[in-house]
């Protein structure tokens, strides 16, 4: 597949509806997108403000330091000890790499690329960018021959799905067995909300409960855009099998994928604080707690969302109609027809918006 044979870019869809909510007297609520709204951490602004003097090129492997941090986060933060800094590699954010994996990893025609049932429209993308085939499916039993990359992802986008330990077992032992790797995408692994999440740490795809010290075939993807609000630095590291690593570094030098200089001070900083990050979960935390209320008294229902950035709702309607419902109330949301083909009645909530344009959003619901 041609990058001109790829789909049309699918939020150009939701123009219209931007448009009628835009229109709303009281303004536009907009939880379509998940980009921060808050402000950047101060310890990452001085962090990036002292190292604006990049006038060399960067190393595509990073910083010593950068690489260090990385490390030590998984340690501290996930329980992921034995992590060496050749197992550890920063990426141009999260999506560039989910995008050009498969083109990294020799993924080519004929091939099979797994991904969840509800998902990230990225992981099909870079299927296809290479001429491989995407499957959708949450059951490892299901993940065909010739499947050579299989995408987790927990907590989950869309539908805040999270992971525990036996699925990645389960999931581990399968992929072996089809001699694929794994790549779980963690990204919202600071946001677990219900259940055993609330108090325990979401577990990932290198717990040494998952891998009893084998990582090989295995990598953990992670972004600092939600819990330090670096979107706009494209901020975002792999990690794991460290023979895995070694390729993705030689691919990257080649493609010139380097993170600027001042970026890889920032990272650096924003891994070795973890106040600004409990600070942060609480925003959303209690951004959660105004609407998920809201739209169940509306009519919705919430399925998973478990963990992560998003309320994943439905009406029992196509999504387009409460798409359109909502818009008519001045609130834009993410349709489920984005996030694959068997979710049609779901619609996505993101978190990122304002404290007061949450609160705006459950007085137009109770209104509703």
């Given at each position: ?83 060496s ?14 995008a ?16 969840p049932?509800?998902?990230?429209p ?38 805040g ?19 694929a ?13 219900e ?58 030098k ?16 924003a ?6 990050v409990?600070?942060?979960?609480e925003?959303?935390r ?6 998920r ?21 439905t009406?029992?309607?196509?999504a ?10 001045g ?24 404290d ?13």
């Amino acid at each position: 597949m041609a990058v001109r044979d790829l789909d049309d870019y699918p939020w150009d869809a939701v123009a219209p509806y931007a448009h009628t909510a835009r229109s709303h007297p009281d303004g536009l609520v907009d939880l379509s997108i998940g980009s921060p709204v808050d402000p950047t951490p101060a310890v990452v602004v001085a962090a990036i403000t002292t190292a604006t003097d990049a006038h060399a090129y960067p190393q595509t492997v990073g910083t010593p330091a950068l690489r260090e941090a990385i490390v030590a986060w998984y340690a501290r933060r996930r329980g992921i000890d034995g992590l060496s800094v050749d197992d550890v590699l920063p990426t141009v954010g999260s999506k560039e790499l989910v995008a050009l994996l498969p083109l990294l990893l020799d993924i080519t025609v004929g091939d099979i690329v797994v991904h969840p049932r509800a998902a990230y429209p990225t992981y099909a993308v870079g299927a296809k960018l290479v001429g491989a085939t995407p499957v959708a499916t949450d059951d490892p039993a299901s993940w065909p021959e010739g499947t050579k990359l299989v995408w987790l992802n927990s907590p989950g986008n869309p539908d805040g799905r999270v992971l525990g330990v036996d699925d990645y077992r389960a999931a581990v032992a399968r992929a072996r067995e089809l001699g694929a790797v794994i790549a779980s995408d963690e990204c919202y692994a600071e946001l677990g909300w219900e259940g055993e999440w609330a108090s325990a740490r979401v577990p990932s795809i290198l717990d040494p409960r998952v891998t009893d010290g084998d990582r090989s075939g295995l990598l953990s993807v992670y972004s600092l855009s939600k819990q330090s609000n670096l979107a706009g630095y494209r901020a975002a590291f792999v990690a794991g099998d460290g023979t895995l690593i070694a390729r993705l570094l030689t691919a990257r030098k080649h493609l010139g994928l380097m993170l600027p200089g001042p970026v890889q001070a920032a990272m650096t900083a924003a891994l070795g604080d973890d106040a600004h990050v409990q600070t942060q979960r609480e925003l959303y935390r209690a951004r959660r707690e105004a609407l998920r209320p809201a739209l169940e008294n509306a009519g919705f229902r919430i399925d998973h969302s478990e963990g992560g950035l998003y309320l994943w709702a439905t009406e029992g309607e196509d999504a387009w109609v409460s798409m359109g419902r909502l818009a008519e109330r001045g609130i834009l949301a993410g349709p489920g027809h984005f996030y694959g083909s068997h979710f049609p009645q779901h619609v996505r909530f993101s978190l990122t918006a304002t404290d007061e344009r949450i609160a705006e959003a459950a007085r137009r619901l109770a209104d509703s």
